[in-house]
């Protein structure tokens, strides 16, 4: 058991720091394509690879499991990124930054609703409250804070979307597939959700794009390493953790993504991003810790 929380520890860290750098190959490939196309190219892209990697077929799933993978697909691949994208277009990225990093709280209320889960302990709130100060230091350091109804709505209502998924991914965990074999699954329906979105988000194929080598190598990186491999490394997480200890790793992407800025665009950490850097670890550590330790308790029968 211990191994396996470690396993998962691990899985949810990688995940993190692998979507914590997207926005750099993100943010070169929107100079010639459109949000929903670099969306749509990565999880084709991300499917065939787990195709290719696991080509075994998932059979003799039901009616019920079936409608499950449907609502995963349709909230963490389709939903989810659409919403954040169109949130981008009318409010500032670090408004998004802020409020998608309230998934976490979502998730420890609809798994405690949903999936009959333990209450989170007092400490994960403190640390939810703690946690987001870090990021909101992280996110508006050398900003005003702007907001925006429409946007900020839409951001939010992605982050319970995300909430959402890590719920359905919990689930699905409890159906006894290979991780790859449900991944792959969600991947299908999200496509297929996807599809009626790219006639109205001016959607190009244009394949001769990816002639660039530069356009190439992000769009791989996106689609073998965020996709393909990182959604099986979190859905791992979640298996192993649950949706509520993996979600909370999420309070780490703004700092991922200052940390890549700094190393790779030569971005300046300032004095203030460092302490939110500080206060969002700490609300992340106090988070886990008191949800580990009745874990633990439980688990060696001192827990009432």
């Given amino acids: 058991m211990k191994g396996k929380n470690t ?5 949810a860290l990688l995940t993190i720091i692998i979507w914590g750098t997207t926005f750099i190959s993100t943010k070169i490939l929107l100079a010639d394509f459109q949000p929903v196309e670099i969306l749509f190219f990565r999880f084709v892209m991300g499917l065939l690879a787990l195709l290719i990697v696991y080509p075994r077929r998932l059979k003799g799933t039901t009616r019920q ?3 499950t993978f449907a609502a995963a697909g349709l909230c963490g691949i389709c939903l989810y990124y659409l919403l954040e994208n169109i949130a981008l277009t009318y409010t500032m990225a670090s408004n998004v930054g802020v409020i998608i990093s309230v998934a976490p709280f979502f998730t420890a209320i609809l798994s405690h609703l949903f999936l009959k889960e333990e209450k989170p302990h007092t400490s994960f709130f403190i640390g ?8 909101a230091l992280i996110s508006f350091n050398g900003s005003k804070l702007e907001l925006n109804p429409t946007g900020d709505l839409l951001a939010l209502l992605a982050a319970l979307i995300w909430a959402c998924y890590s719920v359905l991914t919990k689930k699905i965990s409890g159906y006894g597939y290979h991780t790859i074999f449900t991944t792959r699954r969600v991947f299908c ?9 790219l006639f109205l988000f001016d959607f190009k194929l244009e394949l001769t794009r990816f002639a660039n080598p530069v356009y190439l ?3 791989l990186f996106l689609g073998l390493g965020a ?3 990182c959604f099986v490394t979190w859905n791992f997480a979640v298996k192993a953790l649950g949706a509520v200890k993996t979600s909370v790793y999420i309070y780490m992407v703004p700092v991922i993504t200052m940390v890549t800025s700094a190393a790779i665009l030569h971005e300046k950490i300032t004095a203030l991003a ?3 850097t500080t206060l969002t670890l700490g609300g992340l550590l106090l988070s886990e ?3 580990f330790l009745r874990k633990e308790a439980k688990q060696n029968g001192l827990a009432k």
Avoid: R
């Avoid at 396993?7 to 899985?11: C, N, T, V, Y």
């Avoid at 939810?128 to 990021?135: C, K, L, R, Y």
């Avoid at 329906?189 to 979105?197: A, Q, V």
């Fill in 7 to 11: 396993a998962g520890h691990l899985s």
């Fill in 65 to 67: 499991q079936e409608l």
């Fill in 128 to 135: 939810f409250v703690v946690a987001m100060t870090g990021i």
């Fill in 189 to 197: 329906y999200g496509i297929l959700f996807m599809l009626p979105t």
């Fill in 217 to 219: 190598f992000n769009t």
């Fill in 227 to 229: 996709s393909a491999l």
């Fill in 274 to 276: 460092a302490v939110g």
């Fill in 289 to 291: 810790s008191k949800l």
